[in-house]
């Protein structure tokens, strides 16, 4: 366990010069959740049933979880350029432990995401949003916000090992972006067609969404809804156990007999 922490802390060390060395993702990525709340804060806002600053209260929490389900698509991406560049190559070729690589990823995006979530905050408070539970919701709300992108990254850094090329990685990653679409991340589900509510309210999105605004005080767990949305909680941490327990194996399977 030594040599993985070790290992693994050289390795993200890595992956955080690796984002050093590209600014401009790392601009893109953590100006485009405040564009974003500021684009629906006050364009769908202005065309749903609820006032403008109580539309963008119910948001704040909806971004804040599609943010981190990105985390599939950039451990897509990045797992991906690794292996097809032949990095993974040469770095299984050290007396590397096998599963420092895949978590030197994950941790790196895994801070970078944190360090990014202040300043969204920030310009949330800016437009009305507020933490109206108690100091211990909030803190376990953003607690099980980062737990909900470590693993989102871990599905991704599977699919990336899995992918036949970056171009492939690319497609299937920009695809990811319907996810929170099919979720309650920016609408309320309860004017969707039956089917098509108990799709979104199966989406795990749904469930961490719900979480964070129950947690934050923003909206109430709604009523009659699917397993994972009426308990919100429970549902995100199994979703999350299930992601992780699945994903993480497999990855680092993938990674040292790729």
Do not use: K
């Amino acid at each position: 366990m030594s040599a993985l922490a070790y290992d693994g802390t050289v390795l993200l060390g890595r992956q955080l010069r690796r984002l050093r060395n590209n600014p401009g993702l790392v601009v893109l990525t953590q100006t485009m959740p405040v564009t974003m709340l500021l684009f629906f804060g006050y364009v769908f806002g202005s065309a749903l049933a609820m006032p403008g600053e109580q539309y963008r209260s119910f948001l704040v929490p909806g971004l804040l979880v599609a943010t981190a389900a990105n985390g599939l698509m950039t451990g897509m991406f990045q797992a991906a350029q690794d292996v097809h560049r032949g990095v993974t190559d040469r770095l299984r070729t050290l007396p590397v432990s096998r599963a420092a690589v895949p978590l030197g990823q994950a941790a790196a995006d895994l801070l970078v995401t944190a360090a990014g979530t202040v300043p969204f905050l920030l310009v949330g408070l800016l437009v009305g949003w507020r933490v109206e539970g108690s100091a211990a919701g909030a803190a376990g709300a953003l607690g099980l916000l980062l737990l909900f992108r470590f693993a989102c990254t871990w599905a991704g850094i599977l699919l990336g090992l899995l992918s036949r090329s970056e171009e492939a990685a690319g497609q299937l990653g920009s695809a990811t972006f319907m996810l929170p679409l099919l979720s309650n991340a920016y609408i309320p589900v309860d004017g969707m067609p039956g089917w098509l509510r108990t799709l979104a309210e199966w989406n795990p999105i749904s469930a961490v969404t719900t979480a964070l605004r129950d947690l934050f005080g923003n909206a109430p767990v709604p009523h009659g809804a699917a397993w994972p949305v009426a308990h919100p909680v429970a549902g995100s941490l199994v979703w999350c156990a299930a992601l992780i327990a699945v994903c993480a194996p497999l990855a680092v399977r993938r990674y040292a007999r790729a």
